[in-house]
């Protein structure tokens, strides 16, 4: 399976809409599976320094050069996370999806998984999708999703820095 916004589109994907125009109440609060992709004609530019927030005292800022050798080129994906439901059933894709804009607007993670795209400038332009899916099936769907991306692009999408594992 090719991995880029046409597929997605048409395996289910929903929302595509840019971080500046996304109204995060438009988005569900199920669980699923989210993307970031990079709008046409978008051209990667780094910042010296994340715009994102620490986490457990880490600092998010990479080299240049570790973050240029975690670029793929033609790849319009950027990054696959999930939103499962959250020990209290509480979390989901609005949740999620609200704490990682949050996160690259410098508030501190719970998490800081897609930490590379808030090195990134323009990310207002940067696009949000997501797939609602039933909690049982979204470890799934995104390790498939990562696989599917290897399997085009020869590594992960460029702020996956794990790949996801089916958890039994």
Same mark, same amino acid.
């Given at each position: 399976?090719?991995?880029?916004?046409? !597929?997605?589109?048409?395996?289910?994907?929903?929302?595509?809409?840019?971080?500046?125009?996304?109204?995060?109440?438009?988005?569900?609060?199920? !669980?699923?599976?989210?993307?970031?992709?990079?709008?046409?004609?978008?051209?990667?530019?780094?910042?010296?320094?994340?715009?994102?927030? !620490?986490?457990?005292?880490?600092?998010?800022?990479?080299?240049?050069?570790?973050?240029?050798?975690?670029?793929?080129?033609?790849?319009?994906?950027?990054?696959?996370?999930? &939103?499962?439901?959250?020990?209290?059933?509480?979390?989901?894709?609005?949740?999620?999806?609200?704490?990682?804009?949050?996160?690259?607007?410098?508030?501190?993670?719970?998490?800081?998984?897609?930490?590379?795209?808030?090195?990134?400038?323009? !990310?207002?332009?940067?696009?949000?999708?997501?797939?609602?899916?039933?909690?049982?099936?979204?470890?799934?769907?995104?390790?498939?999703?990562? &696989?599917?991306?290897?399997?085009?692009?020869?590594?992960?999408?460029?702020?996956?820095?794990?790949?996801?594992?089916?958890?039994?």
């Amino acid at each position: 399976m090719m991995m880029n916004r046409k !597929t997605l589109k048409s395996d289910g994907f929903a929302g595509f809409r840019s971080f500046d125009s996304l109204e995060i109440i438009r988005v569900p609060q199920g !669980t699923g599976v989210f993307a970031v992709l990079r709008p046409n004609e978008f051209e990667p530019h780094f910042l010296k320094i994340s715009t994102a927030g !620490t986490f457990k005292k880490k600092n998010p800022t990479l080299p240049a050069a570790a973050i240029l050798a975690e670029w793929v080129d033609g790849a319009d994906i950027l990054y696959l996370g999930k &939103a499962g439901p959250g020990s209290k059933g509480n979390r989901g894709l609005r949740n999620q999806i609200k704490e990682f804009l949050d996160f690259g607007r410098g508030r501190p993670p719970g998490h800081w998984d897609g930490r590379l795209i808030w090195q990134l400038t323009h !990310t207002d332009e940067l696009i949000m999708a997501w797939k609602e899916l039933p909690a049982e099936e979204v470890n799934q769907a995104e390790a498939a999703y990562h &696989a599917a991306f290897i399997a085009e692009h020869g590594r992960l999408p460029y702020a996956n820095l794990v790949q996801a594992k089916v958890r039994n």
